[in-house]
């Protein structure tokens, strides 16, 4: 089995800032990209930012300058840290991963259950 476990998430006034959290756990030969996801009510999940194995970064438009992104290859980790958030950041966000589970397998998509953010106005 494997898990992707988020952390980070919560209530915040508009300016303010979060940092999210994401560790992979389980059988895992290599990580390809990971990132985070969001889904507010009413809208489709969205991209909001990835990171390659390599260290490459891509963000949304609505959050480059705001927010970045980073992992930790050895904890297996991958960061979002959040600032200047407005009340349009507010969604249920979800880390993603890219990984193969052995030398042989081909890489698959895995998904967080998901951490609110809330920012208020």
């Known amino acids: 089995q494997v898990h992707l476990v988020e952390s980070g998430g919560g209530l915040v006034q508009a300016g303010g800032s979060l940092r999210l959290s994401c560790a992979a756990s389980?059988?895992?030969?290599?990580?390809?990209?990971m990132g985070w996801y969001r889904q507010a009510p009413g809208k489709q999940r969205e991209l909001v930012a990835a990171?390659?194995?390599?260290?490459?970064?891509n963000y949304a438009d609505s959050v480059k300058g705001r927010f970045t992104i980073s992992r930790d290859n050895a904890k297996k980790s991958v960061y979002l840290q959040m600032n200047s958030l407005e009340p349009e950041d507010t969604a249920v966000y979800y880390c993603?991963?890219?990984?193969?589970?052995?030398?042989?397998?081909?890489?698959?998509?895995?998904w967080g259950q998901g951490t609110q953010v809330t920012v208020s106005s």
């Open positions: 389980g059988v895992i030969f290599s990580i390809n990209a």
């Open positions: 993603n991963a890219e990984l193969k589970r052995s030398r042989f397998s081909d890489y698959v998509a895995y």
């Open positions: 990171v390659t194995s390599g260290g490459s970064t």
